[in-house]
Nanobody
Framework: QVQLVESGGGLVQAGGSLRLSCVVSGGHSVWYDIAWFRQIPVKEREFVAAINWKGSYSDYSDSVKGRFTISRDDGTVMKNMVWLQMNSLKSEDTAVYYC?????????????????WGQGTQVTVSS
């Protein structure tokens, strides 16, 4: 079973940038597809971006496409890093951001397949 630990959240002005990190460890984590989701109070968790275990395919929501970039560095079989580079931030990007994982079964992971979650990191964009 992999564990996911996010970091890098904070307060930033609109138009600025942040980079979120997710440490993925345990359970042959290199074989897991990884995604970022976000959530604000009273709303459902929203898909942001995903990357497959090989790093050969990435997927983005329309709201972040062209501004956010997901990437990964598979240092070892048991511990990997995934980042979410967020540029041109807007106030509507304010949310708790969660790292999520699923054991890979396809080169093109489904947005609804992710079943393991980190604890989240708060991102606040001031206008």
């Amino acid at each position: 079973q992999v564990q996911l630990v996010e970091s890098g959240g904070g307060l930033v002005q609109a138009g600025g940038s942040l980079r979120l990190s997710c440490v993925v460890s345990g359970g042959h984590s290199v074989w897991y597809d990884i995604a970022w989701f976000r959530q604000i109070p009273v709303k459902e968790r929203e898909f942001v971006a995903a990357i497959n275990w090989k790093g050969s395919y990435s997927d983005y929501s329309d709201s972040v496409k062209g501004r956010f970039t997901i990437s990964r560095d598979d240092g070892t079989v048991m511990k990997n890093m995934v980042w979410l580079q967020m540029n041109s931030l807007k106030s509507e990007d304010t949310a708790v951001y969660y790292c999520a994982a699923v054991h890979s079964t396809s080169a093109y992971p489904s947005r609804t397949s992710f079943n393991l979650w980190g604890q989240g990191t708060q991102v606040t964009v001031s206008s």
